[in-house]
């Protein structure tokens, strides 16, 4: 369907046609569908030089998610009231219209939703949306809205952007986020709002660890139990909770990084 213009049911286009009636001039045009949604007479005409016109197609009457191939037919009308049915546009006499919106059954990549962020401008990925459909124009933009409030009342950014992905633009404090997108397509039919997603920036690091001691073992005191069991006191994070502790050993105080333990 490519050879044919693709329309949408929002706009109202220009058709270009050639009459050949010279003698008493044509003054209105006949449009028929031949689906017979829509029928229209005495369309005035835009003259542009004796032989070419150029008349307005509304196509906002069609239901708002219509698609479909529309075959046309024309007759023109002269002042006289005689018909000439020989009349066809210059370069087509179909078009297809792509009403349908978008669909955002998207996937979220990162953050994932409800996590927790150590980073204040973050970067948003999520999986391409669909334009399906019987004559679909294709994808051509996101508009992504973030939020401290999860109804969107007070709106940290928003962004027309081209990809799936985005990276902030703000520096984020700590608190809950919330964003939410929708796609347009190049005919900009605009997909519903996506689900709402979220995410929380904690930048604050866990309590320092007390109380450490060997309950096995006396300070600089020899002894031939190789298994050394130690114990703190449990460090405390009230933002997104600690994941676990890094133990370092060895000879000197400052030791190596033997492992980590949860």
């Known amino acids: 369907y490519n050879q044919y213009p693709l329309l949408n049911t929002k706009d109202t286009y220009f058709m270009k046609v050639k009459f050949t009636d010279t003698f008493s001039g044509i003054i209105y045009l006949n449009l028929t569908f ?28 069609l239901p708002k998610n219509y698609e479909g191939a529309v075959n046309i037919t024309f007759s023109g009308t002269d002042k006289y009231n005689n018909v000439e049915i020989n009349i066809a546009p210059k370069k087509f006499e179909k078009f297809y219209i792509d009403g349908k919106k978008p669909e955002l059954n998207i996937t979220i990549i990162t953050p994932k939703n409800n996590s927790f962020i150590s980073t204040t401008s973050p970067t948003i990925t999520w999986s391409n949306a669909s334009d399906n459909g019987l004559y679909p124009s294709g994808i051509k933009n996101y508009y992504i809205e973030i939020s401290s409030n999860i109804n969107f009342k007070s709106v940290v950014e928003t962004y027309v952007i081209y990809s799936a992905y985005y990276n902030m633009k ?38 320092k660890v007390t109380g450490l001691q060997s309950i096995t073992h006396i300070i600089d005191k020899e002894t031939s139990n190789s298994t050394v069991l130690i114990n703190w006191n449990q460090s405390i994070d009230k933002s997104s909770g600690v994941a676990g502790y890094s133990i370092k050993w060895g000879e000197i105080p400052l030791g190596v990084l033997s492992e980590n333990v949860s």
């Open 34 to 61: 031949t689906e017979t949604i829509y029928n229209k007479s005495n369309i005035v005409l835009n003259k542009i030089d004796n032989y070419n016109y150029s008349f307005p197609i509304n196509l906002s009457y």
């Open 170 to 207: 703000s520096s984020l404090s700590e608190l809950s986020y919330y964003w939410r997108i929708y796609s347009s397509d190049t005919l900009s039919n605009i997909s519903d709002w996506s689900n709402t997603y979220s995410f929380i920036v904690d930048l604050t690091p866990p309590s």
